[in-house]
């Protein structure tokens, strides 16, 4: 199994950005979704999750200013970022819990980083 995350970019402050990630590989279910982010010097951070389900969670730091969604199929994850500051400046990493057998427990799996840079 395997995240592939993308869109990430350079940006001026107050401007949007979108990022996508999408599950590839055999599974047969994926669960609870997410993204994080991680700044220099700084500790991998959680931004947003989405249930299979559709229920959203958002770190205080960017509500209002940022949307998590699903495509119908529940492979892909995306955020759209609007309002962007330079500290949201960072390497961005989604994040999937998915199960690849009925009867086997899920596991977590993760994206390569896609780095977002938000200019002043």
């Known amino acids: 199994v395997q995240l592939q995350a993308s869109g990430g970019g350079l940006v001026q402050a107050g401007g949007s950005l979108g990022l996508s990630c999408v599950a590839s590989g055999t599974f047969v279910s994926i669960y609870d979704m997410a993204w994080y982010r991680q700044a220099p010097g700084k500790e991998r951070e959680l931004v947003a999750t989405?249930?299979?389900?559709?229920?959203?969670n958002y770190a205080d730091s960017v509500k209002g200013r940022v949307t998590v969604s699903r495509d119908n199929a529940k492979t892909s994850v995306y955020l759209h970022m609007s309002g962007l500051k330079p500290e949201d400046t960072a390497a961005y990493y989604c994040?999937?819990?998915?199960?690849?057998?009925?009867?086997?427990?899920?596991?977590?799996?993760w994206g390569q980083g896609t780095l977002v840079t938000v200019s002043s």
């Open positions: 994040h999937a819990t998915i199960r690849m057998r009925w009867g086997r427990a899920e596991s977590d799996y």
């Open positions: 989405i249930t299979r389900g559709g229920v959203t």
